[in-house]
């Protein structure tokens, strides 16, 4: 089971960024994904959430009204619409799975995902 991020980069504040995150090895249509960030000497943070159906997205304060997470099952594909960055966002971007189907609990929690990408590395410059 793998989970590949992909979509980092160099930008300026104010630009936008589409993260992906493709799995392999197992279908996730029915697993709850997030997406976290850490930060250089910080600790790893939720950033989004989306249930498996779809049908609820979640997000740390910060990024609201900035950040758009969605999913296609069909393709086994989570994004991450990032628009407005900032210095603040810099962080390597990692994507997350639950670690069972259906699993309930606080999206928010680093305990519910069981998968975990490599991370993809986002800069925004000022």
């Known amino acids: 089971v793998q989970l590949q991020a992909s979509g980092g980069g160099l930008v300026q504040a104010g630009d936008s960024l589409r993260l992906s995150c493709a799995a392999s090895?197992?279908?996730?249509?029915?697993?709850?994904m997030g997406w976290f960030r850490q930060a250089p000497g910080k600790e790893r943070e939720f950033v989004a959430a989306?249930?498996?159906?779809?049908?609820?997205?979640y997000y740390t304060d910060s990024v609201k009204g900035r950040f758009t997470m969605s999913r296609d099952n069909a393709k086994n594909t989570v994004y991450l619409q990032m628009n407005n960055l900032n210095p603040e966002d810099t962080a390597v971007y990692y994507c997350?799975?639950?670690?069972?189907?259906?699993?309930?609990?606080?999206?928010?929690?680093?305990?519910?995902?069981?998968?975990w990408g490599q991370g993809t590395l986002v800069t925004v410059s000022s």
């Open positions: 997350a799975a639950d670690r069972v189907a259906y699993y309930s609990g606080s999206y928010s929690s680093l305990r519910r995902y069981g998968y």
């Open positions: 090895g197992r279908r996730f249509s029915n697993y709850g």
């Open positions: 989306i249930t498996w159906p779809g049908d609820s997205t």
